[in-house]
C-alpha cells in the first residue's frame, strides 16, 4: 500500500507551457499540499499559503472552465482585463503557488540526495537533514522573494523543523522505519513535479515575470528514464 507521497496524483507530463491544463496544475498542487501536510506542523504556512494560491486559480477557473481549460488562456485573459496586477488574481496567485512548487520540490531534492549518500558504502545520516533541505531549498527558491520580515518567520520556522526519523514517520502515515520507502515514491515523485515545474516557470516568462527557472537535474539522465518507464 502506498504511503503519503505515493498516494498523491503525479505532476503531469508536458510538452510546453501551451499545454498546461488548469485542471491538471489544480489537482497536482492540490495533492502536493496533502504532502507538505503530513511533513509535520511547522510546515502549516507553507501548505496555507499554496492552498491561499490554489484557490485564486480556482475562482477564475470556475467561472468559465471550457474557456480557461489552459492555464495560458486564464492568465492572458486576466492581463486583457488588467486584472492581473490585483492580490486576488489568478496572476498573482499562480506566481507564488510556482515558487511555493519550486521550494517543495527543491525540499525533496536535498533529501533524495542526502538518502543516496547515506546508502553509499561509509555513509551517514543526519538527522538534522531535513532542516539542512529545508535550508537549502529556501536559499535556492523563495527567499529572494521574500521581505525581511518574512525571512525571519522563516529562519523562526526551520527552528522547529522535524528530526529525519519523524520527518520520515509523517510521511509514513505514523509508520515506523519506512525511509527506503519513502525514498522510492519521493524519487518517484520529484522527477514529473520538477519538469513540470520548470514548464510553468516557462509559462510565466511569457507573462514577463522573469523568476529564474528550476534547475533541470535529471535532463538526459537516469531519473528522466526512470519516470518514462513509470509511465509505460
Known sequence: MPFKIGQQKLFPVVQSPDDILTEDLLDAATGATNIVGSMGSNFSMTKDDML??????????????????????????????????????????????????????????????????????GGKGDSGAVKTACKNAYEKTLMEYHNFITKGLVKGGLMMTPYKKDFYDNLADGGKDKEDEIWEEMKAYEVPFRTFVITLGRLFHEFDKKDKILEDVHAGGEGQKTMQQKLE
Open 52 to 121: 491561499g494560491n490554489i484557490k485564486k486559480i480556482r475562482t477564475k477557473y470556475e467561472t468559465d472552465k471550457e474557456k480557461f481549460r489552459k492555464l495560458k488562456d486564464l492568465l492572458q485573459d486576466e492581463v486583457d482585463k488588467k486584472e492581473h496586477k490585483n492580490d486576488k488574481s489568478a496572476n498573482v496567485g499562480g506566481l507564488w503557488l510556482k515558487r511555493g512548487l519550486e521550494y517543495l520540490c527543491e525540499v525533496f531534492w536535498e533529501l533524495i540526495k542526502e538518502h543516496e549518500n547515506c546508502k553509499k558504502s
